[in-house]
């Protein structure tokens, strides 16, 4: 379909947040970034994202609504403001009936803000999706994962969902086979981290330590949890490098990270940079369970229940 013969005037879309099952550091390179092993894990934590056309021809605005919506820019900083202009970049910037692409974009947060589960990379993906259709340019997934890697690392991930390898800097992806699905319990906390600031007490921390930093690759143990959809051996292989800086940048999460062990959970991580926590559980009632638990000793803001995998952004209306 072209932009000519546009079918809709709104489009919504629901994008998912993302959990790190791991993720592997190593050496920082010449262009600031490391290269990383993570293996991403879609959850039914969502964000969506509504886009009609703007008041006025060529322009991008943005509104927020929900969870930490004061703390989302609402401006052309914002991540799915840049990847809709991206995406009018790559179109040409006007379409063929000479009517220049803009959007007026509605976002509405569940994804914790700088929580560690790319609820702003997951905003640009929803914008991708939904602009894509608004504009009627009909572009393929593989088309949207490469406009998506120059927004942010994970944006690729959040078009894709499910459970992938990223490499990289996370953006090239190969899917990850799954049996079932896995019930998680995530606590929340007041106020966010910085992702560049984690990152550079991570390599503070090793240079400290005077550790030798490896080529990173994936987990076989937890590859094999996967396959076989083991919730208990997937607990055990849980790993994030990042998380002894997470740590050190914010110590009371260790306290978070204590207090859904004891609550029986199955496994315990700092989700991505920090400072959400993860814990795996082994049933949807045991995450009632955890979730409960963790709510009551005051050791996290809020804890909510989802699962995974999911699948990536797709059009809800």
């Not at 910037?93 to 959007?103: K, L, R, V």
């Not at 995530?186 to 981290?193: I, M, R, T």
């Not at 330590?209 to 076989?220: C, I």
Request: some cysteine.
């Amino acid at each position: 379909m072209t932009a000519s013969q546009r079918a809709t005037a709104r489009v919504t879309v629901r994008v998912p947040a993302k959990v790190n099952l791991q993720l592997a550091v190593g050496p920082l390179r010449d262009d600031g970034y490391h290269d990383l092993v993570n293996v991403f894990h879609a959850v039914s934590l969502f964000d969506e994202l509504t886009a009609t056309e703007s008041g006025a021809a060529g322009t991008f605005t943005v509104r927020v609504e929900g969870e930490s919506a004061a703390h989302v820019p609402a401006d052309s900083t914002n991540l799915a403001v840049r990847a809709a202009e991206a995406l009018a970049k790559h179109a040409g910037q006007t379409a063929p009936d000479g009517h220049p692409y803009g959007a007026a974009l509605l976002i509405r947060k569940a994804i914790p803000v700088a929580g560690g589960m790319a609820g702003g990379s997951a905003d640009a993906a929803a914008a991708l999706v939904a602009c894509d259709a608004l504009w009627g340019l009909g572009l393929s997934l593989g088309e949207l994962m490469e406009i998506g890697a120059g927004i942010g690392s994970d944006v690729p991930f959040a078009l894709l969902g499910g459970t992938a390898v990223g490499t990289g800097r996370g953006e090239r992806l190969t899917p990850v086979p799954v049996t079932g699905s896995f019930h998680w319990v995530f606590a929340l906390a007041d106020g966010g981290l910085s992702t560049p600031q984690v990152y550079g007490e991570c390599d503070r921390l090793r240079a400290t330590a005077g550790e030798e930093v490896v080529w990173p690759s994936a987990s076989e143990p937890l590859m094999a949890a996967l396959r076989d959809g083991d919730a208990r051996e997937l607990g055990a292989a849980l790993v994030n490098d990042l998380q002894p800086a997470a740590l050190a940048l914010r110590p009371s999460l260790a306290r978070t990270l204590d207090a859904g062990r004891d609550a029986g959970a199955l496994g315990a991580i700092v989700s991505g940079s920090g400072p959400t926590c993860a814990f795996l559980a082994g049933s949807a009632e045991h995450a009632r369970e955890v979730s409960a638990a963790l709510a009551g000793t005051g050791a996290c803001r809020a804890a909510v229940t989802a699962e995974g995998p999911v699948p990536g952004a797709e059009i809800v209306s």
